[in-house]
């Protein structure tokens, strides 16, 4: 049985809906199941901005020990305590990270695309 097949036989048993992308990074073979759905992003986004900010720290771009002053702007409804915290804390860029990884803070992705870091 392929694997779509196999993908496709899990969703029909599921009681919500399901879509899968799946690319095998070597050969470029892809897999995609209702994959023209559109799906609420949840958390999965997270990994995608982790990665990014630790390209940034490996670049020298900016520094795990950078501070980030919190802003209203900044905050985000959802999971996590940051959405809590008075505008004007100061966080390093470690400090916004891991709340995000350890308890799925929305707060910290939204921080990334509103403050303007200086460049190293």
Not at 5 to 10: G, M, P
């Amino acid at each position: 049985m392929k694997l779509v097949d196999r993908i496709r036989d899990i969703a029909a048993q599921a009681s919500g809906r399901l879509g899968v992308a799946i690319q095998h990074l070597g050969t470029g073979e892809t897999v995609l199941v209702e994959a023209n759905e559109f799906y609420p992003m949840a958390s999965v986004f997270k990994i995608p901005v982790l990665v990014e900010l630790m390209r940034q720290v490996e670049s020298g771009r900016i520094r795990l020990e950078d501070r980030v002053v919190l802003t209203d702007e900044m905050r985000s409804p959802g999971s996590g305590v940051m959405s809590h915290l008075d505008a004007g804390a100061s966080l390093t860029v470690k400090d916004l990270a891991m709340p995000m990884t350890i308890v799925s803070d929305n707060t910290p992705p939204t921080t990334w695309s509103t403050c303007s870091a200086e460049p190293r």
